[in-house]
């Protein structure tokens, strides 16, 4: 083994084990209580990832362990290979969160790691590509089966989730959005029509959520007790314009204002 991948070896473990540790050790993966308490819209890609990866303390005990176990062997030449492998994908993984996430300060040393994989692993880059290529031969018959077959997958899989995103999951109505309650809401704070579920509406009230059903037609809005299986009518109204709705609770005579946010 040359110098270079030696230096390699030794530059990588030493940046996983370190970044293993400060899992451990509460130096990563830890979220200020200021950031916690903001509404998820204000919180910056780095602190959503901090938040996400430490939401578990089991999760970031196995990724901690992973890359602590992954550096340790690099250290060995006999091992070296099969450390590159396992944390390969993970320091991949690693470059495209600060890179889309926003974490630009730990960039320069994940691309560091990755040069050093690089290094490690391309000597056997010829014996993997063997053991993982296989060289099956096939007649032109069943290559153009298979072909067909993955185009039907995708095809089949393209269109589920187009359906479930824009038919099942969206039914657009002229009202989604935030509302907040301008007159007469009592604890209702704000009212969410979602867009992103069908028929959902969230009701915010000072000491929790509710969710409710609702449908609009002609300038009309009917809001259900419960969501997609409706349950007693406990809201009507109407769209006054695009910025303002006017509900009446039923069995009441105190009307709700709403007002587009």
Known sequence: MNKSTQIARWLAAVIMI???FAK???SQFTVLDSEVTKPLGEVSGFWLTWYYYGFSGVYGTIVALV?????????????????????LPVVGNVILIDIFF???NALPASVLVL???????RPHAQRL???VLLNIDSSRRTVAVRAAGAVAVLA???GFTYWAANYNNRQPTPIDGVWTVEEHGGSLE????????SHMAVFRFDDGDAVHHFEVDSGQVWVWEQWLLKGPLIYEGEIVNDRRIELQPSGSDAGIVLVRD
């Open 18 to 20: 370190t970044y293993g």
């Open 24 to 26: 451990l050790n509460g």
């Open 67 to 87: 890359e602590i176990g992954g550096g340790l062997l690099l250290i060995r030449p006999r091992t070296a290979l099969v450390g590159a492998l396992v944390l």
């Open 102 to 104: 926003g974490i630009a």
């Open 115 to 121: 040069i050093c994989l690089i290094i490690i692993i």
């Open 129 to 131: 590509a063997e053991a």
């Open 156 to 158: 089949g899989a393209w």
């Open 190 to 197: 704000r009212v969410f029509f979602e867009y992103n579920r």
